[in-house]
């Protein structure tokens, strides 16, 4: 079946503009995961959301990062005001429903590559 | 000093070689992830695990919760296997979704 897919796959913008970021998860899964993999720094966790509950958004570097989920499927990141720290691959991973007593495997889109000019 | 400490940072082996990646970690976990990424990018979960010892083809991942060290081991290396390997943990009492990754390991694999 189809993995994991985000769009766009690449997007160069200007310093100063607002991006915005898409991933659509396997379908079934109720758990969704942005992560972010800069040059030389490795991946970060920004955002995790599971079903309805509140999204853990402890990760997101500023207030200039946000995102939602929307109808628990699709969900869209955005970034304002883009800086050229921005620039990085973004992740998104999701999941089958967290049980009780453990962690789901995550399966990882392809990313996208954005780079600020 | 990171949470997630992996060595080697770079590991190049012959084709059939053993290969062992380490991973240490500083903090109470719920689950250890392995991940694999290959040049083009894309990650590829290998393992999870909270105890013990998994097995999936030629890949043995092991974890030593008292020593907070985890272990990927792959036998009959090929060169197919060189990739990025990335060592992840789920924070005890966190969120499954904020992982914390380690730096990762270059594997090179000879013909």
């Known amino acids: 079946g189809a993995g994991v897919s985000q769009s766009p796959s690449n997007k160069v913008t200007e310093k100063g503009k607002d991006v915005e970021l898409r991933c659509d998860p396997i379908?079934?899964?109720?758990?969704l995961y942005w992560y972010r993999q800069s040059l030389g720094q490795g991946l970060e966790f920004l955002i995790y959301?599971?079903?309805?509950?509140?999204?853990?958004k402890s990760g997101l570097p500023s207030d200039r990062f946000s995102a939602e989920r929307t109808g628990g499927s699709v969900s869209t990141l955005t970034i304002q005001r883009t800086q050229q720290e921005d620039s990085a691959v973004y992740l998104c991973?999701?999941?089958?429903?967290?049980?009780?007593?453990?962690?789901?495997?995550?399966?990882f889109g392809p990313g996208t590559r954005l780079t600020v000019l | 000093k990171n949470e997630v400490e992996q060595s080697p940072q770079n590991l190049t082996a012959q084709e059939g070689e053993f290969i062992t990646i380490n991973c240490s970690y500083s903090?109470?976990?719920?689950?250890l992830h392995w991940l694999q990424q290959h040049p083009g990018g894309g990650i590829v979960s290998l393992f999870m695990?909270?105890?013990g010892k998994k097995k999936h083809g030629r890949l043995i991942a092991t974890i030593n919760i008292q020593e907070k060290h985890s272990s990927l081991h792959i036998t009959a290396s090929h060169p197919r296997d060189s990739a990025v390997y990335i060592c992840?943990?789920?924070?005890?009492?966190?969120?499954?979704?904020?992982?914390?990754f380690g730096k990762g390991t270059k594997l090179s694999v000879k013909p």
């Open positions: 991973a999701s999941s089958l429903a967290s049980r009780a007593s453990g962690y789901n495997e995550q399966f």
């Open positions: 379908s079934g899964h109720t758990a």
């Open positions: 959301f599971q079903g309805n509950s509140a999204p853990d």
């Open positions: 903090v109470g976990i719920s689950a």
């Open positions: 695990l909270s105890s």
């Open positions: 992840a943990v789920s924070r005890f009492g966190g969120s499954q979704g904020n992982l914390i």
